[in-house]
């Protein structure tokens, strides 16, 4: 009878492995939890309106003339006449 127990050995805890896989791997197969909704964030709209703006350029600059000319106060000949 000893041979008979030795020899049912190696096969019943071959099974009794595969049963406990097979139950390790059944029981990771439960429905996955879906990840959490996102967060609604509130958002301010704004309505834009096209409109024409008014556009001022300012520059700086110098001015040099091509000839240079002296101009007089003639107000000395205006007083004497009068």
Excluded: H, W
Aim: proline share 9%; aromatic share 6%.
């Amino acid at each position: 009878m000893a041979a008979i127990v030795n020899a049912r050995l190696p096969r019943t805890a071959g099974i009794v492995a595969c049963l406990l896989y097979g139950a390790a791997g059944l029981g990771g197969c439960s429905k996955e939890v879906p990840p959490p909704r996102p967060q609604v964030v509130e958002v301010t709209a704004v309505t834009i309106e096209p409109k024409d703006a008014p556009v001022v350029y300012e520059f700086v600059g110098q001015t040099q003339g091509s000839r240079e000319a002296e101009i007089r106060a003639r107000y000395a000949y205006l007083a004497g006449r009068r």
